[in-house]
């Protein structure tokens, strides 16, 4: 059992320094810097940890992170958004609950531009959320779908989650998110479905008011020039990628260009938003990269002091067999997930469950996506889920945690109930990167 004790001395440690409020890299090193003098000799140990930063972060699959984030960025900052919301509004017309269902559908197409769940529940919850209180939404109804929207950048790509994810468990970036098309599909129709449901039990909780009617012509020309164009740019991103025609990082580069297109054709062009973009960006990608450094050698140091192979064999050893112990990994992020964030579970489980993973010989890529599913529920889950969090910032005083929570609930069951369908039929995920040949 010696193992144990270099696992409880590894874990513990993270955990404490992150509870005192230490930032997630500093919490990583300054453990990395115990465990190289506990088990790697010290000061040689240090002295390799550092000369590992550069293999770490020069890896080509992380090429396409800064590139989705500028992409997300221009998108967010420059205001097209907006019109999405307007054409998609105009097109669902005299709906029951269309507020929410307007959500769930730009929600849906914001995902898909930003990569970013926290820019998209902001987005959206200062958008939507005061229209839809003011018209009398139950507060289930209103701040559901925008949380249930915000996540959907978790899952549908271009996903920087996604590509942190493939980069840090050594998965194809370019098959991880190709596998995540259809299950957000799933999602968005699941959530659609969720909506109407709560809507035909509770007809007052979205009360019915009349809109300014549109003919058939006017909604398809809304569309037509506000949502297809987007359309385009979503293709540039990802079907290229599907089409074997790029390569994720190409894809990103392909998808800053579509951005800067449709900012000069909207008039929407200026250095500014340029600017600020590329500041976004360059911030994110160093804290992203700088969290990579103290996650490789934290990967070191739980292998080579013996925690990584005793924990495994104490997994094996309880022998629950390959759903059993998925089934178990699952629910350790879902609780982690209720006081962390998505970054900092992924270091703690990723050393922990890969090796896991390869044992049993489950598929990389699905076993991802079920690990990235996983991770977005933790956007939402109290006490501590960011989504809530970014939510209630832009919500009314006397908004609660616990209505937030509430709301919340239906779409994290929802979720839970697709990682349980993709897990008893992988070619859910598996369809689109195997017509790849990945």
Not at 109 to 118: P, T, Y
């Amino acid at each position: 059992m010696d193992w144990l004790y270099s696992f409880a001395i590894l874990i513990s440690s993270i955990m404490v320094l992150m509870g005192l409020g230490l930032p997630v890299a500093f919490a990583f090193f300054a453990t990395n810097i115990m465990g190289l003098f506990l088990f790697f000799g010290g000061a040689r140990g240090v002295t390799q940890m550092v000369s590992n930063f550069s293999e770490a972060v020069t890896t080509y699959s992380l090429a396409p992170l800064p590139m989705f984030l500028v992409m997300g960025s221009l998108f967010f900052r420059s205001g097209l958004g907006d019109k999405v919301i307007q054409a998609i509004d105009l097109a669902i017309g005299n709906l029951r609950g269309r507020l929410s269902y307007v959500t769930l559908g730009a929600g849906a197409v914001f995902a898909a531009l930003s990569g970013s769940s926290m820019a998209n529940a902001g987005m959206m919850g200062s958008l939507m959320a005061p229209e839809m209180l003011k018209r009398g939404y139950k507060s289930h109804m209103a701040y559901g779908p925008i949380l249930g929207a915000g996540s959907l950048a978790v899952i549908i790509p271009p996903s920087t989650l996604g590509v942190l994810l493939g980069s840090l468990a050594e998965i194809d970036v370019g098959a991880l998110l190709i596998a995540g098309v259809v299950p957000g599909i799933m999602l968005v129709f699941l959530f659609g479905g969720l909506i109407w449901a709560q809507t035909t039990i509770d007809p007052d909780s979205a009360p019915h008011y009349e809109t300014p009617k549109a003919s058939g012509m006017e909604k398809f020309i809304a569309i037509a020039s506000n949502v297809l164009p987007m359309g385009f740019l979503i293709f540039c991103v990802v079907g290229t990628i599907i089409l074997g025609i790029a390569t994720p990082t190409e894809s990103a580069g392909i998808g800053c260009m579509g951005v800067l297109a449709l900012l000069v054709v909207y008039r929407r062009f200026n250095l500014k938003v340029i600017w600020q973009s590329l500041d976004d960006a360059m911030k994110v990608t160093g804290m992203t990269f700088l969290i990579i450094t103290a996650s490789t050698t934290f990967s070191q140091v739980f292998a080579f002091s013996g925690a990584s192979n005793g924990f495994i064999s104490a997994i094996l050893a309880f022998d629950l067999g390959p759903y059993g112990v998925l089934a178990m990994m699952i629910v350790v992020i879902l609780i982690l997930g209720m006081f962390m964030d998505q970054v900092s579970m992924m270091l703690i489980t990723i050393p922990l469950f890969m090796p896991i993973a390869k044992q049993f010989g489950f598929d990389p890529v699905w076993f991802g996506l079920m690990l990235l599913l996983a991770y977005e529920i933790g956007f939402t889950t109290p006490p501590f889920g960011m989504l809530l969090f970014v939510v209630m910032g832009v919500a009314p005083r006397g908004t609660t945690l616990r209505m937030m929570a509430m709301a919340a609930l239906p779409y994290i069951l929802i979720t839970i109930g697709l990682i349980a369908v993709i897990a008893v039929v992988p070619q859910i995920a598996l369809w689109l990167p195997g017509l790849m040949g990945r």
